[in-house]
């Protein structure tokens, strides 16, 4: 079983920064993948940020120059650093990370974390 706790959010005003954390347990031999995600009432589920095993990562348009994502692999968590934030970045965040459960498996599961509040007050 993998679990996967995400951290960090809270309440910011407009221009802040917060820091989420994704912090991965259980038993698993590595993470791959990890993306996070988000959730504002009434909306769809969007991808935030993502990066990969090497560290190579993305972003969504919206966010990009603002947020960073990073990855600590010794800890098997990843980071989302959130500067400059905006009342429109008020949402639920979540991670989602593909996991490789043991050493020769060539098939990646899926897990997701419960999510964690932020809101950007103006």
């Known amino acids: 079983q993998v679990q996967l706790v995400e951290s960090g959010g809270g309440l910011v005003q407009a221009g802040g920064s917060l820091r989420l954390s994704c912090a991965a347990s259980g038993n698993f031999f590595s993470v791959n993948v990890v993306d996070w995600y988000r959730q504002a009432p009434g909306k769809q589920r969007e991808l935030v940020a993502h990066?990969?095993?090497?560290?190579?990562?993305a972003y969504a348009d919206s966010v990009k120059g603002r947020f960073t994502i990073s990855r600590d692999n010794a800890k098997n968590t990843v980071y989302l650093q959130m500067n400059s934030l905006k009342p429109e970045d008020t949402a639920v965040y979540y991670c989602?990370?593909?996991?490789?459960?043991?050493?020769?498996?060539?098939?990646?599961?899926?897990?997701w974390g419960q999510g964690t509040q932020v809101t950007v007050s103006s």
């Open positions: 989602n990370a593909m996991v490789s459960l043991t050493r020769t498996t060539t098939v990646w599961s899926g897990y």
């Open positions: 990066i990969t095993s090497g560290g190579t990562t």
